[in-house]
């Protein structure tokens, strides 16, 4: 039947007019071998793209401008970087999220950096130290939004053994846990000298993100609750 239909000059059908499309030459190339080409150049670029992703993803990356801005040399004396156990914290693994999603929309945030380094923001001590607070807020902001997540790659409170805690910690974070408080609430500078009067800037950075409605809340609570316990809760720490 079929053939009879195409020698009778009636329209192929549908399936075989595409197959045609496809292969026969449009001016030099076919289709067929445009999107073969396509996808092997589009796999290339992929490649590379990751490549160059994770490039900018070592510490050697952000030590290239940050060893001169003191951040480097800060850190060597933590914990993160030095401890008995020898598992070390680098600086994307506290600053970049794993997840794609979420990595991809930091790298593109974080190209502001370029831009400032070649006006030299922060290119003199007398510089970093005026534009300190103002740098931690936003770091502090992106951890307090999202729950400390980078923080929760390595540290999870299902795996602390309360019981070798020492009492204050194992104290705080039961409380953490019962009024869903975050890392950064409690551990800001654990890598960095902080400035002067941060806790005012932190509270105020909290106060910002919870009038936007840009934090978890714990459940069953509601803003104005949760950021008198946070505030209380910082009062007294
Ligand atoms: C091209 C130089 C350059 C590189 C490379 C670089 N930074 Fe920065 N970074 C800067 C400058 C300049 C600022 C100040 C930007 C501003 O004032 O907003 C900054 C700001 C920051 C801040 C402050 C908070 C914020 O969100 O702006 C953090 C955190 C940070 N960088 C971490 C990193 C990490 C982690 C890496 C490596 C993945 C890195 N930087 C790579 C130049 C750089
Ligand atoms: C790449 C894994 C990793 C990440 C990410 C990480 N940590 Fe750690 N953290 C460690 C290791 C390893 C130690 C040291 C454990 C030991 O004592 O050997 C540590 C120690 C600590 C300590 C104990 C400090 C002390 O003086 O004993 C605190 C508090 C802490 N981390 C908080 C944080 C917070 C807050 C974040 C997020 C901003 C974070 N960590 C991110 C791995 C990590
Ligand atoms: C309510 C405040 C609070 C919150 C929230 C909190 N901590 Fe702590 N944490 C403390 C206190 C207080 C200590 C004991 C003093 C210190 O080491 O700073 C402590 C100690 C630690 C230690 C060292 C424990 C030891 O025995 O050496 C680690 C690691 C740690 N915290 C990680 C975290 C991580 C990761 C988070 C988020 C998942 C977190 N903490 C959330 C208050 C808190
Ligand atoms: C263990 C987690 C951790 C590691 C590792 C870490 N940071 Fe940070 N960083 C923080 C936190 C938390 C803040 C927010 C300010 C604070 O609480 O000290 C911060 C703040 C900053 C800021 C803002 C300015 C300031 O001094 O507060 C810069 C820039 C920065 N980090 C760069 C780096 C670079 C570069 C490295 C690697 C050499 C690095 N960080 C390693 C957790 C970390």
Redesign the pocket.
Known sequence: MSDQDNNTGKKPGFIRRVWTALWSPTSAWSLGTLLVGGFVAGILFWGSFHWALELTNTEKFCISCHSMERNFVEYQDTVHYNNHSGVRATCPDCHVPKEWQHKIKAKIMASKDVYHHLVGTINTEEKYQAHRLHMASLSWAKMKQSD?RE??NC???EYMDFT???N??AA??Q??IDEG???I???QGIAHKLPENYLDKYREVVDELAANGDIPLPEGKDVATAKSELRD?LST?
């Open positions: 400390s923080c929760r540290h999870k409170f070798i805690q020492e204050r910690a705080s974070h409380t953490a408080k975050t890392c609430d409690c551990h809760h720490n």
